[in-house]
């Protein structure tokens, strides 16, 4: 086992993951340190969001082992349940509550899960709606919203909690192209307030501004793990140099 740093937060330890006969994710390593934003790059099918998920516990991996702050997750619901009011999901879908407003939204998990006063929920989803730019909309409802809006109070709700980790699955996939920047530019302001991240992206220019690793897959394993700098200017894999040269031809 390797040693742990005093920056590490998350450990992936030769984590595999398969439905059935379909092994999706094949012995992935990695650490995850404070302040990085890691960038998850690859084609469709080469495991980006299984891996997303199984970081999240939503997926129990087959074989392999994850840590958080040294301590292997165990199987207990209670542990889970507090591992991830820690490491908190945006997904490309939003998971919003259709039936409450804006407002509750961002107030039930603080409310559920940290069991914050009522005032004290009300006043971080406040502030988090506000660095968003969703201040006016709290007493809108999901369905009035477009989806952009949808897609930073959920990431509004995200923050509510302080988590450590904020895990992003392609949160921008669902949206149509004028709308993408808005949420990357809040996705920016959080990189810059040293908030860690982990991005399944197909967001080339942001990956390549933003992040400080980039995570390549293909068929189930990462096959690249460098430096944006590094991995734009010179990919190592050939799977890499054929994916980056169809985003990059023109």
Do not use: W
Not at 23 to 42: A, E, P
Not at 119 to 134: Q, Y
Not at 138 to 148: D, F, R
Request: hydrophobic share 35%.
């Amino acid at each position: 086992m390797t040693k742990q740093s005093e920056n590490e937060i998350i450990r992936v330890e030769e984590l595999s993951k398969s439905f059935g006969e379909h092994q999706v994710l094949r012995k992935i390593d990695f650490t995850v340190n404070k302040g990085d934003v890691i960038c998850i790059l690859g084609s469709s099918g080469s495991g980006k969001s299984t891996l997303l998920r199984c970081i999240n516990q939503l997926e129990t991996q087959t074989y392999g082992k994850i840590f958080f702050h040294g301590k292997e997750l165990g199987k207990k619901q209670k542990e889970t349940n507090e591992y991830r009011s820690k490491v908190g999901m945006v997904f490309q879908s939003f998971n919003l509550f259709n039936n409450k407003t804006v407002l509750k939204n961002c107030m039930e998990g603080t409310r559920k899960v940290l069991h914050l006063s009522k005032d004290e929920a009300h006043k971080r989803a406040i502030s988090h709606l506000k660095s968003v730019g969703m201040a006016p909309f709290i007493n809108a409802y999901p369905s009035q919203l477009s989806g952009g809006q949808k897609q930073r109070v959920a990431i509004a709700r995200g923050l509510c909690m302080n988590p450590e980790v904020l895990l992003f699955d392609e949160p921008t996939s669902a949206l149509d192209p004028e709308m993408v920047g808005d949420v990357l530019n809040v996705m920016k302001k959080l990189a810059g307030e040293n908030l860690t991240m982990i991005i399944v992206t197909h967001e080339m220019d942001f990956a390549r501004d933003v992040s400080n690793r980039v995570l390549f897959m293909d068929k189930g394993y990462i096959v690249e793990d460098a430096p944006p700098s590094e991995f734009f200017t010179n990919p190592q894999h050939p799977r890499a140099k054929e994916f980056l040269s169809r985003f990059f031809s023109n």
